[in-house]
């Protein structure tokens, strides 16, 4: 690959212990001996395009980059170390109890204007794609940067994005794998928002495709508690919406970010929220509960639906094998083919008289090849036919005759049920016209 930054030495980096993990990699706090540097190492197996990527960004909000390993088989990114760990780390610690507005509205900017410099001012437009709280590291100075690029993508290489990211903040477009713009990342920014403010963890306790099918087939969203400030809920609200052109952009975000810090009763709501989380996680836990049963109700009816498919394949097996029972040498062979469907049939008749006559008849020997066709018609059609088969059955032939008489009469019949249908096909003969004597 091209290399358009600059490249250290394996030997010159001196690993430390892990810091957790990055999309396709692992990172560690580590030393650049050379420049007697702390920094941070993503391995990785290979160098893609996260380098690329980073090469070229240069902004406040965005952890710095210094180069890349390129030793085969080792590889990897060396970045900033950011020595105050991750914002998930942070939130999930006793410290942030003590948060107030400013720190909220200081950190909602810090992430804001990192997005909107890779949308808007980078050299080359980038969307993030995996943008969450775990990927947002602080600095000593508490300053928030925007890290792990490897699922970021330079926008004009293609708008079709494939499956990546954590599900409870991806938006639903990038979860269908379907076109993507910059408001995939407007939509993460509102659940790293709402992290920030619950300091809850989103969708808490269920899988990735739970997760998924919730936000995508019922539209749920992280719960948004009654006391939270307006200005705040109305943001996280459009950022959730489904249709991506609806969403905000960051210029829009960070207008009304500004307009909000400008809002002097704002301040004392906030804190009150903030500082009140047992009046109102109840609502949080509530939603996780209704969406639990909703799972186990929808995990139910698909046991239900299993169980029944299975009957009805069981079904359908020894009818198929009654269908390839062999009848003696006595008939002409046949194709059938036997399918079910349900009905329900509501039916009102009246008649004078019908007459019905059904002849079969053949003029060589073989195996039926499929259902037992004497058997079949005794059974399926003895109850509505007064069957005569009659005529002489010789080793060359058969003859079959069927006949049916009604008188008039009137009637009303409601069914319901499952249908047999039967197709049948008669082997074409071989005749022989020789005359010699």
Same mark, same amino acid.
């Given at each position: 690959?091209?290399?358009?930054f ?20 692992s ?8 420049q ?25 909000n965005?952890?710095?980059?210094y ?56 050299p ?8 969450k ?22 926008s ?13 903040w ?10 993507v713009?910059e ?10 928002l ?6 809850e ?10 997760v ?26 459009k950022?959730?919406?489904a ?11 960070? /207008?009304?970010? !500004? +307009?909000? %810090?400008?809002? &002097?009763?704002?301040?004392?709501? #906030? ?22 049963r909703?799972e ?36 002409t ?8 469907? /349900?009905?329900? !049939? +509501?039916? %009102?008749?009246e &008649?004078?008289?019908?007459?019905m #006559? ?15 066709l ?41 069914r ?22």
């Amino acid at each position: 690959m091209s290399s358009s930054f600059v490249q250290i030495r394996f030997e010159d980096i001196h690993f430390y212990e892990s810091c957790g993990g990055g999309s396709f990699g692992s990172v560690y706090r580590a030393r650049w001996l050379s420049q007697d540097k702390e920094v941070a190492v993503k391995k990785l197996l290979k160098i893609e395009a996260e380098a690329e990527i980073l090469s070229v960004l240069s902004h406040k909000n965005i952890i710095q980059f210094y180069g890349a390993i390129l030793d085969p088989p080792n590889y990897g990114i060396v970045t900033e170390y950011a020595g105050g760990g991750s914002l998930y780390d942070f939130l999930s610690s006793s410290a942030s109890e003590e948060m107030d507005m400013d720190q909220v509205m200081t950190w909602a900017v810090d992430i804001a204007k990192g997005i909107h410099y890779l949308h808007s001012e980078a050299p080359v437009k980038v969307i993030h794609r995996d943008l969450k709280s775990r990927n947002v590291v602080m600095t000593a100075e508490r300053v928030l940067k925007i890290c792990d690029f490897g699922a970021s993508k330079f926008s004009s290489h293609t708008t079709h994005m494939s499956l990546v990211g954590t599900f409870p903040w991806m938006a639903p477009e990038v979860i269908q794998s379907l076109p993507v713009s910059e408001t995939c990342d407007t939509y993460s920014y509102g659940v790293v928002l709402w992290e920030m403010l619950t300091r809850e963890v989103p969708f808490k306790g269920f899988e990735g495709l739970q997760v998924a099918w919730l936000v995508v087939e019922k539209n749920e969203r992280p719960t948004i508690p009654t006391s939270c400030p307006a200005s705040f809920a109305e943001m996280m609200r459009k950022c959730w919406l489904a249709n991506p052109k609806e969403r905000p952009m960051f210029k829009q975000v960070l /207008s009304t970010l !500004e +307009s909000m %810090s400008k809002d &002097s009763k704002l301040p004392d709501q #906030c804190n009150s929220f903030l500082h009140n989380k047992a009046e109102w996680r109840c609502e949080i836990d509530a939603t996780l509960e209704r969406l639990k049963r909703l799972e186990r109700e929808l995990s139910t009816k698909e046991q239900e639906l299993e169980e029944r498919e299975r009957h009805l394949r069981e079904w359908e097996k020894r009818l198929m094998e009654r269908s390839r029972t062999p009848l003696p040498q006595l008939y002409t062979p046949i194709a059938a083919t036997l399918s079910t469907e /349900s009905f329900y !049939e +509501s039916r %009102s008749e009246e &008649s004078n008289s019908s007459e019905m #006559c059904c002849q079969i008849s053949s003029c060589s020997n073989g195996d039926m090849g499929g259902a037992d066709l004497q058997a079949l018609m005794m059974s399926g059609f003895g109850g509505v036919f007064d069957l005569d088969v009659g005529g002489p059955v010789l080793h060359s032939g058969m003859k079959v005759n069927m006949q049916a008489k009604q008188n008039s009469s009137k009637s009303h019949c409601v069914r319901e049920g499952r249908k047999l249908n039967m197709a049948i096909a008669m082997e074409d003969f071989g005749w022989s016209d020789d005359d010699s004597d």
